[in-house]
Each structure stands twice: as C-alpha cells, then as structure tokens.
C-alpha cells in the first residue's frame, strides 16, 4: 500500500538520485573521478517508482545507467560515492567503478556494463525463486537498446515458458546511444513484443511516478502469484548525454526542453501539493536534506583511504 509518508519519502528520494548524478556530473567534468559514468537525471520516476513497490526480499537487476536503481533499492550513498571516487569503502572497494556497483544484502544483484547482459541474470534469479520455492520477484530494468539484443528475445522466451516471477521494464528514454529508438525499432511500442511471448505488455508514462508504482505493482502480484512475468515499457527521457563524452549533437534543444517540461520531481510535487500533503516549504526542506545528504557522502568519499597496491589483485577474479 503506498501511503502518504511513502509518498513524502519518494519524492525526497528522487531528489537523492538526482544530486548524486549531478555531483558525479561534476566530479568528472573536473577530472575528480575516473574511468566513466552514465547517468540517468530525468528518470527518477522509473527507478524510484519500481522500486517502492517491493518487498524487502525481491530483487533487482541494474544497467550501465544505475545509480538510480541502486539508491531506490536502498543502497547507501556513500558507498556508492566512495566506489566512483576509487575509495576501499566503496561498494567493491573502489575498483568496481559506477558500472559495477552491487548490494546482494539488499536485494540489488548490480550494474551491468554489457548492453542487455543483466536479462539472462534476472531470469536466472527468477528460476531460483521457483525452484527453491523463496517467493521473491525480480525486477529487470534494461534500455530501449538493449530489447534489441538476443539476449532480451532468448530471456524473455525461456522467462514466458517458465513462467517465472521476473518483470521486465524498459527504460525507454529515447535513444541508444545517440541512435534514436524511433530509427531502431519498427513498432510504436517496445512494450508490443510482449505479445510474440503470450505476457502481458504495457506502454506507460515514465515520468510520472503514480502511474509507474501502479503498473509495477500490478505486475509484481501478477508475478508472485505464479502468472509469470510481464514486460512494462516506460517511456522517459535522459537529460544528459549517454556517457561523460557525449556532446548530444544528435538531438535538438526544442526537443530537451519539451522533455524538461515534464520534470518527474516537479510533476510529483505539483500533485502532492495539490493534495495537501505537501507544503512548499516541506518540499524545500525535503529537497535541502537530500543533498545535504549527497555532499555528506562526498566528504565521506574523500576522505576514505585508496586501495593500496598490496591488495590490488585482491578480489579481482571468484
């Protein structure tokens, strides 16, 4: 049941998400930290909308663009912040990097740096929640992209005939890369390809966190009570580029600032407020302490010892 207080603590968790991913922006723009990052303001909605549906058991598998996924599953950020600094205290003790970032204890089976490649791991964990009769769901979110790979078509098949309790939900925010979704798939909606595996198939606004926390959980008991998965389309928008490197010379600013406009943060607060259980200056003070939160997990960050060169083969290989 989503509650009032539930509803307060979203809103304050996108705002979490979305600090994280601009001071991660800004570190790398100062060369602060290195390898590379993809982040994903614009689609809180998505990630803290999924997420806030589950039971404390279920689990979920990320992607290359998962910080969000991380902190709405209810990873710590200053784990998460020291791993992308390099840092011993972060969640693979700095030598992960933001694509490798995992909290088994909390039900995230991690990032994935291959397109596509946490499909097959979601089904995987599917099977084991059958077979072993644990009762937990699993939540697979990939890109618009990454429905293309085999290994979406083969995963979604064998999770059909299975009828395993995996929901499968495409971040569609408009491009793979800087190749538009539109130039990439034949059909209007990605979520079509439900019916080529007899599952349920939905197209929903991503931007909007209601209606994200409505058709996941819908899915979820349709999932846990042994009716298999389904596969959810939310259609969403990432502001920035797809990496640190990316100029976004593929795309207009018409185009951004109509995306802009549809704000998921503001979108909630404007409904939250509406219904009286919001004031604007508890949407400020909620706003303030979630970064203040973020620039505590910096200083934290900063603070921690890099690993040291004794202990760099260390759980490098299992």
Known sequence: MITEEKLVMLYKQMWSIRFFEEKVDEFFAKGMIHGTTHLAVGQEASAAGACAVLEERDMITSTHRGHGHCIAKGAEVNGMMAELFGRTTGYCKGKGGSMHIADVDKGNLGANGIVGGGIPLAVGAALTSNMKNKGYVVLCFFGDGASNEGSFH????????????????????????????????????????????????????????????????????????????????????????????????????????????????????????????????????????????????????????????????????A
Request: a negative charge; glycine letters at 6%.
């Open 154 to 317: 083969e995963a979604v098949n064998l999770a059909s005939v299975w009828n395993l309790p995996v929901v499968f939900i495409c971040e569609n925010n408009q491009y793979g890369m800087s190749g538009s979704v539109k130039e990439m798939v034949n059909i209007e909606h990605i979520a079509d390809r439900a019916s080529s595996y007899g599952i349920p198939g939905l197209s929903i606004d991503g931007n909007d966190i209601m209606e994200v926390m409505n058709t996941v959980d819908e899915a979820v008991k349709h999932a846990r009570g042994g009716n298999g998965p389904t596969l959810i389309e939310a259609k969403t928008y990432r502001w920035k580029g797809h990496s640190k490197s990316d100029a976004k010379k593929y795309r207009t600013r018409e185009e951004e600032k109509e995306w802009r406009d549809k704000d998921p943060i503001a979108r909630l607060k404007e409904q939250l407020i509406a219904e009286g259980i919001l004031t604007e200056a508890k949407a400020r003070q909620l706003r303030d302490e979630a970064k203040r939160e973020i620039e505590d997990s910096v200083e934290y960050a900063k603070n921690s010892p890099e690993p040291s060169l004794d202990t760099l083969m260390e759980d490098i290989y």
